[in-house]
Nanobody, 117 residues
Framework: QVQLVESGGGLVQAGGSLRLSCAAS????????MGWYRQAPGNQRELVATITSGGRMNYGDPVKGRFTISRDNAKNTVYLQMNSLKPEDTAVYYCNAVITIISKTYWGQGTQVTVSS
């Protein structure tokens, strides 16, 4: 079982920056990938960024070049640095962790990010 706790959301003006954090309740050992997804009202949940235990990163097209994902295994934490924020980035951002060997995906409770124009 993995519990994920997100923090760092809030209200920011367009063009601003925010950094999200997601802390896992157990060692990152065995967690194959961690990442961020987001869901805006009326939309499906979409990929923001993921990072594997080996450091391979993947980004959704809308955030490429603006967002950066990183992972601190010693702190069991994954970060999402969001720069040049746009109103369309407004959504609830969810952290997830995947443990492939047991085919489990865990989700955090979500943190709201609101970008005003």
């Amino acid at each position: 079982q993995v519990q994920l706790v997100e923090s760092g959301g809030g209200l920011v003006q367009a063009g601003g920056s925010l950094r999200l954090s997601c802390a896992a309740s157990r060692s990152a050992f065995g967690i194959n990938s961690m990442g961020w997804y987001r869901q805006a009202p009326g939309n499906q949940r979409e990929l923001v960024a993921t990072i594997t235990s080996g450091g391979r990163m993947n980004y959704g097209d809308p955030v490429k070049g603006r967002f950066t994902i990183s992972r601190d295994n010693a702190k069991n934490t994954v970060y999402l640095q969001m720069n040049s924020l746009k109103p369309e980035d407004t959504a609830v951002y969810y952290c997830n962790a995947v443990i492939t060997i047991i085919s489990k995906t865990y989700w955090g409770q979500g943190t709201q990010v609101t970008v005003s124009s």
